[in-house]
């Protein structure tokens, strides 16, 4: 059973920086390409930042405007969002999630196994 488990949200200034973490257990981190999300209250789930199995192609929405980097650490089985220059609007609960294959996507429906999510809340 693949289980994905995200950290490092927390409460954090307008500007500030966070980086989250996703640790996958129980099946072929390599084979997976990952992905993050977030929700926001009353908001539908929105595409964040996708990364292929290797890690030498990414995709990012376009309200991230530079200021996100998605990475990922194979031999540790984890992915990485790091954020800077957090707005009040980056307000969500932000979730990792992984699909099986090459191809980078942006589709929630097309991710098979998601975390729980960690909230990440931007004061003004």
């Known amino acids: 059973q693949v289980q994905l488990v995200e950290s490092g949200g927390g409460l954090v200034q307008a500007g500030g920086s966070l980086r989250l973490s996703c640790a996958v257990s129980g099946g072929t981190f390599s084979t997976y390409a990952m992905g993050w999300f977030r929700q926001a209250p009353g908001k539908e789930r929105e595409f964040v930042a996708v990364i292929n199995r290797s890690g030498n192609t990414t995709y990012y929405g376009d309200f991230v405007k530079g200021r996100f980097t998605i990475s990922r650490d194979n031999a540790k089985n984890t992915v990485y969002l790091q954020m800077n220059g957090l ?15 090459e191809r980078v996507v942006v589709t929630t429906a097309l991710y098979m196994y998601w975390g729980q999510g960690t909230q990440v809340t931007v004061s003004s």
């Not at 707005?87 to 294959?101: H, L, N, V």
């Open 87 to 101: 707005k009040p609007e980056d307000t969500a609960s932000y979730y990792c999630a992984a699909r099986a294959g």
